[in-house]
């Protein structure tokens, strides 16, 4: 009864209900504190941000594999987006360079999609907005296998946490300027401390204006954060994250399979062709994000955390697709063009209460949470397509826009109202073993919209649970384990089956055993692991044009990586990855057993810094091994490796790094598979990025930027 009259509230007024929530929060704030005055004092520091710290749990205790990146690596790598970060991870798959389109939709970690969060809270669509947007990331662990007992909805193979910078106690900052190959130009800010005893500051920000491997195609991007952390007390910290985004670039249709993975009988098609139309084709992102959270002592060890989040989702974009070529004449490839765009709002409200309580002389670390989400996803695509688009010579391209062409135009709105509860307990059995256990439930109410008459309508609920374990062996060893699962509600949202009812959501799961080694000069694990994808919606075979929720997709394999400091100044990383991924349910009984999509078998992944007086010498190397274009499809997209090179030296206040990406120039190909699903097509592939320069100079003032 309480629980329906809650969310019957917020279902039918959701600006009104996460304003309340946030009012409602914001005032405790204060009271809280005041009636916490008596109890004994505590100091609070620090944030509430990313899994380590919401969850309660060390990550070298974590009872699921993590790994760690933070800013230093990611400018040392030469990474410039989220995904060239993400190659140090052996087990993570990138099927988009960053100028292909939106880069979130298709990371995968251990072959399924991962899921972005920002400071601990879970984001709809921001990661593709801009994924080269690095300049507020402080920090990035990697969560491998499902999550949802603390983040809901999310990736199946895992979670990215993207941490953000946050104010120092010193004042200072950076300037630094990136130029290099294909005309790069960047610019970027970082400054802030405390402005007073109780108020800190930091403001970063980046603007590039560069070119790129691909002809026509330039990169155009802004991003800007404003970051306040707030002390009013003892018992209360606060914190308000700002950011916007912006970029704008040429949609890249990419190129033709034949061609490319497949000889055309002819010549290959260069990998700097543009077979859009420069006149038309854009790809345009723009998105706000506004995060506030609250650590607020409530006496002992409890602590209450209400946090807050809206973000937006913008885009415009006027596409080109490429279709199959003729046998006729396999250098001319059909193209049909596309007018569309998105503006969708995302609110979330949240409330943790955390500490610990002493049980039969055990103790328990406990995490209890609220979470209400509510989402609108509308999508427009336009009825006529004013540059009709016509067949290109992927050899000898000749641009020009016919008359305006018909399309299939309407108006989709999806409205999603979210409720969850969850728990997590952390148990100190002993000195050396944890136990962890937590649960959630989910209810959500899904509803459609075409051409502003309503579509469908579906309840959908979800129980996700996860239980593991850590055992420390002495010597920085220690054990882990666990079994957890997730759920996903986007899969099989408007799929149907023959009576018409709606599909509940996708659901996951993980067992996972590991060994961890956490020393000071080393960190590894070895891990042995079996991820599944569940309730799948696949074709009816009585009923063509229906679904059962009958698929299954799995993925079982060995994952290693770690760092070492044999001495001071010598540092060396590196990982491998096998995975047996296949489909092991489905009504189809052509991909049966087949290989899941840009999953590799194989994978590794390597580098060292070495520091020779003033000077760091780098060097890294990247093999993915050979995978499908789609699951089950009939193409395979050859392995490869690349190698990288970088130095970096400090003079004074003034830092340059110097990297060079993709030495030997190897040329290779990602799937264009627009679906984080695997539903994509075998006609178009991505080319990687080629022999690449960057050079970066900095210039630092003030205190330590950390």
Known sequence: MFYSAIHGALASRPLCSVGAIATVLLLSVPALADDADSLDTIIVTGTKSGFGEKSGIPLDRMPQSVQVLDADDIIERGARSIEDALRAVPSATVARSRIGGFGGNTLRIRGFAAQQIR?????????????????????????????????GQSGVGGIVSIITKQPTEEFGGYVALTGGSFDQKQATIDVGGRI???????????IERSGSFTDFLDVDRENLALTLAWQPSERVSTHLVAEYLHRKTLNNPGLPTVGTIISNGVATVDRSTFLGEPDYSLQENHAPLVQFWADVAMGGSWTLTPRLQYSEWNNKGRSTTLLPPSQDDPTLIPRVGRNAGENDKFYLAQLDLAGTAQSFGIEHRLLFGVEYNHDQVPFRMSATVPCGIGPIDALDPAYGCGAPTGNFGFVSEAVLDGFSFYAQDQIALTPAWDVLAGIRHSVSDNHNYFNGSPSGYAELSNTSWQLGTTFALGSGLSLFGGYNTGYDLGAVTGLRSTDGSAFQPETSDQAEA??????????????????RRNDIGVPDPDNLGFQIQEGQFRVQGVEFEGEWSPMPGWWLQGGYAYLDANVTRSTDPAIDGARLAETPKHSATAATRLSLG???????????????????????????????????????????DATLTNIFDETYYYSDNLSRYSLGTEDRVLPGEPRTFSLRVAYRFGGDRS
């Open 119 to 151: 400071n601990g809270m879970f984001q709809r669509f921001y990661d593709g907005t801009d994924p080269s947007a690095l300049s507020n990331v402080a920090r990035i662990e990697v969560l491998k296998g499902p999550s949802a007992v603390l983040y």
């Open 196 to 206: 007073t005893d109780t108020l800190g500051i930091r403001l970063t920000g980046e």
């Open 514 to 531: 590991g060994l961890r080694l956490s020393r000071d000069t080393v960190q590894a694990s070895l891990s042995a692991f079996r991820m």
């Open 614 to 656: 003033p000077v760091e010498l780098r060097a890294a190397a990247n093999y993915v091994g050979a995978r499908k274009m789609v699951n089950g499809g009939t193409v395979t997209l050859p392995d490869y490796v690349t190698a990288d090179l970088g130095a970096g030296t400090e003079f004074g206040p003034i830092r340059l």
